[in-house]
């Protein structure tokens, strides 16, 4: 008997015993009807469409980001160190990237004024930019 497993997507032949006793009842398989397949077509075809348009949205971020120098401003003490530090959220908002798609590749926050490069993770890609602290313009 073919079924469609659920978790995966696939189209498997079990036996009928298996299938009908433990696959349908625990909610883990349907039946394979004509129907059900023409549906698993539909779905696999519009996450294909899916896939394909985030890989592009990917690439015109990594263009976009790429080779970049991204600046945040921050408060500084008497020993021109920061208060408290950049973290990811800070350098994703100052790029304009969404945290869905890009991932900071960070070791420990920034807490020192300067350059650092950071890497970026876009899908399976990496980029790297430069994050430049500066301190704010108006501060005493």
């Given at each position: ?12 032949d ?18 394979a ?7 698993l ?44 530090s ?9 790029a ?43 501060q005493?």
């Amino acid at each position: 008997m073919k079924v469609i497993i659920k978790d995966t997507n696939e189209v498997k032949d079990v036996s009928f015993g298996y299938a009908v006793n433990y696959l349908i009842p625990q909610g883990l398989a349907v039946m394979a009807t004509p129907q059900a397949l023409e549906e698993l077509k539909k779905q696999k075809a519009a996450s294909s469409r899916q896939q394909e348009k985030q890989k592009k949205q990917e690439e015109k971020l990594l263009e976009k980001l790429r080779g970049k120098i991204i600046t945040i401003e921050k408060k500084v003490g008497k020993a021109k160190k920061i208060f408290g530090s950049v973290k990811k959220k800070d350098i994703l908002k100052a790029a304009g990237a969404d945290s869905d798609l890009v991932e900071v590749l960070l070791d420990a926050p920034i807490k020192t004024l300067g350059k650092h490069k950071v890497t970026l993770k876009i899908g399976k890609r990496k980029v790297k930019v430069k994050v430049s602290v500066k301190k704010i313009k108006n501060q005493r």
